[in-house]
């Protein structure tokens, strides 16, 4: 079964400007798209956990913090950045 993914309004706002910022727009969506696509298929198997519910996950070149919430199958993204790595 499958997770819903809901952006925050900062996060989604924050990825808007980056892929506005950016040169290589379609290195964004393509890191976007896919990071969707892992936290709707099983958000707890990928990326690392923090404090609390909290995970971060990188998918170059952004890097973004979660909460899941297994009980209503849902992922709630409240921020993204450029990772630098």
Known sequence: MMYTVVWRPFAERT???????????????GAANTIDSLLRSDP????????????FLYVAPLAVYYDVFPQDRRV???????HPM
């Open 15 to 29: 990825l808007i400007e980056l892929w506005t910022d950016t040169e290589d727009r379609q290195l964004v969506t």
């Open 76 to 82: 709630a993204v409240w921020a993204i950045w450029r």
């Open 44 to 55: 707890l198997d990928v990326g690392e956990s923090r404090s609390d519910d909290s995970r």
